[in-house]
């Protein structure tokens, strides 16, 4: 027998979503948003729209048909599609992510870019690029189509994933 469907508007998914939804982030979870995009999330961030407004949050995660990431219980309670988050460490947001049945883990490869939310592309190895990109480091390189910044699996990618992989132990 299935396992009945999550109640609406509880931020709980059903068992065998698999893809991480698309999500809006509140202004008062700004580096889960980060952590999201490395974890393929398309995450809108609410400051980088222009929107603090809860009534403006409200109708973009509809009009978006996102789900909404928020600290405000308030608003949670108020939309739909949301997932109140209570902790203000972004490691304890993920697991609440988590424990909500969202998957959190790093992505094989970037697809979104951390500042701007972005697609990113990769770029060929012996592409020209600025200065601050090593030339012997990784052999992959990733470019954001918006904001055209540089990504590669550095130090902090590593640090970010160690962190990220013990949310599920």
């Not at 982030?25 to 948003?33: E, I, N, P, Q, S």
């Not at 090593?134 to 902090?156: T, V």
């Not at 990618?157 to 013990?166: M, N, Q």
Request: aromatic fraction near 6%.
């Amino acid at each position: 027998m299935a396992a009945p469907d999550p109640a609406p508007g509880s931020g709980v998914r059903s068992p065998d979503a698999t893809d991480p939804p698309r999500v809006l982030v509140d202004v008062m979870c700004g580096k889960l948003a980060t952590y999201l995009r490395m974890c393929g999330y398309d995450a809108a961030y609410a400051l980088d729209e222009g929107i603090e407004d809860d009534d403006a949050l409200a109708a973009l995660s509809t009009t978006e048909d996102r789900l909404l990431l928020t600290r405000d219980r308030e608003l949670a309670a108020r939309v739909d599609d949301a997932l109140c988050v209570t902790e203000r460490d972004v490691l304890d947001q993920l697991r609440e992510v988590a424990a909500a049945g969202y998957p959190v883990e790093i992505a094989a490869e970037p697809t979104r870019c951390g500042a701007c939310n972005g697609p990113v592309d990769r770029v060929a190895h012996d592409a020209a690029r600025p200065a601050y990109v090593p030339d012997d480091g990784p052999d992959r390189h990733w470019r954001c189509r918006d904001c055209g910044q540089w990504f590669w699996k550095g130090g902090h990618w590593a640090s970010v994933a160690d962190r990220v992989s013990s949310i599920g132990e």
